[in-house]
């Protein structure tokens, strides 16, 4: 395994690299890390070893264009886009064209993570792999979302050996509010603990350096709705299990032009005020990364005039879209699934670029003002 992880002179090191490239502003400082404004998502394309190849290429173009910050998850694509990127990162690093500390990886675990393809009887492969053999009971898995403490243990093992590294930057529990599906608020926050207790004992023997959430609905709802997520809640549980000085630093969450929830929704009680999931996190000092910057390419065509009027500098809706994510204050890097060389070298255009303006913001908000 590659040793070290991400650190702040390893990634201060990357950033220099690109100041005569990309704008001043394309990279921030968040979670003691310098980060790009814009990461490679890996969650779309076949599991196939054609997809892999796609994955390979973009990704050695995403990291020599000025982009430090890789998203996985171990289900994405059948535990494929970890493992490409632990090649990818591998032949970099032993090419002497990278350093391991410059470059920050996040992977995700909590749903269950098929072996390079869909099994031909999965429930069966369920039963077989994780509960027979201990790692979970039936009750654990709700909707195919797993977060019990052994399973964690677990996916955190395979993760680090997919991606070949010896410390993961970042770890997510996957869309933890699934479980709200089934049990009460109570039992989700016992079992919310009982997997941060595994999450800080991971921190304390080196295997990973914080960790979060990553959700899809969970910050997006409305305050009454069974599955929202409350960042005030979980960060009392991460004091009560690892202390003041516990690792709970980050979240992700979607947020694009079609989903703006994350600013506009304000669903987090924080002391007398509602105020939203983007406010809480600065409030809180957590790192927000999001995802889906362009809506999985929905976002990449036909957007209103009043955004390309907005966004006048930029060559396309993708651009366009990339930059309303960027540019949103509170958001430190837009994650954008990226498996083509060409898109890679047409998103980072926007790289160097200032983020977007705060009169561009009022005229995509208020178009009519």
Not at 90 to 105: F, K, M, P, S, W
Not at 112 to 127: E, K, L, S, T
Not at 282 to 293: N, R, Y
Request: charged share 20%; glycine share 6%.
């Amino acid at each position: 395994m590659l040793s070290g992880y991400a650190t702040l002179a390893g990634t201060d090191a990357y950033r220099q690299r690109f100041a005569a490239s990309a704008h001043p502003l394309h990279f921030r400082r968040a979670a003691d890390l310098w980060l790009s404004s814009i990461g490679l998502g890996t969650y779309l394309g076949d599991p196939t070893p054609r997809t892999d190849a796609l994955y390979t290429a973009a990704i050695r173009q995403a990291l020599a264009g000025g982009c430090n910050v890789l998203d996985a998850a171990i289900n994405y694509r059948h535990q494929r886009s970890e493992r490409v990127i632990g090649q990818v990162l591998t032949a970099l690093v032993r090419e002497g064209l990278l350093q391991r500390e410059e470059i920050v990886v996040a992977t995700k675990g909590g749903y269950i993570a098929f072996d390079g393809d869909v099994p031909p009887d999965p429930r069966a492969y369920v039963q077989e792999t994780f509960i027979k053999t201990g790692l979970a009971s039936a009750d654990d898995i709700v909707e195919w979302n797993c977060i019990a403490p052994r399973y964690l243990e677990n996916q955190i093992e395979c993760s680090r050996r997919n991606l070949n590294l010896d410390c993961l930057d970042i770890y997510y529990l996957h869309n933890p509010e699934a479980q709200l599906q089934q049990c009460s608020r109570s039992e989700f926050s016992r079992r919310i603990e009982a997997a941060f207790t595994v999450l800080e004992a991971q921190v304390a023997s080196g295997k990973i350096r914080r960790y979060g959430t990553a959700t899809w609905n969970g910050y997006r709802q409305q305050p009454t709705a069974r599955d929202v997520l409350f960042l005030p809640d979980l960060l009392e549980i991460a004091e009560r299990v690892g202390g003041q000085e516990h690792h709970f630093k980050i979240v992700q969450l979607p947020y694009n032009l079609g989903m703006t929830e994350a600013l506009t929704q304000k669903n987090q009680r924080v002391g007398r005020e509602m105020i939203s999931v983007l406010e809480a996190a600065h409030q809180f000092g957590i790192t927000v990364m999001a995802s889906a910057s362009i809506l999985q390419g929905r976002l990449a065509h036909s957007l209103p005039t009043t955004v390309s009027d907005a966004l006048s500098e930029l060559q396309s809706d993708a651009q366009r879209a990339l930059q309303f994510t960027r540019s949103t204050p509170g958001i430190t890097t837009a994650l954008v699934g990226m498996k083509s060389v060409a898109h890679v070298e047409h998103n980072l255009v926007v790289a160097k670029l200032p983020p977007a303006s705060l009169e561009q913001f009022h005229k995509l908000f208020r178009p009519q003002a």
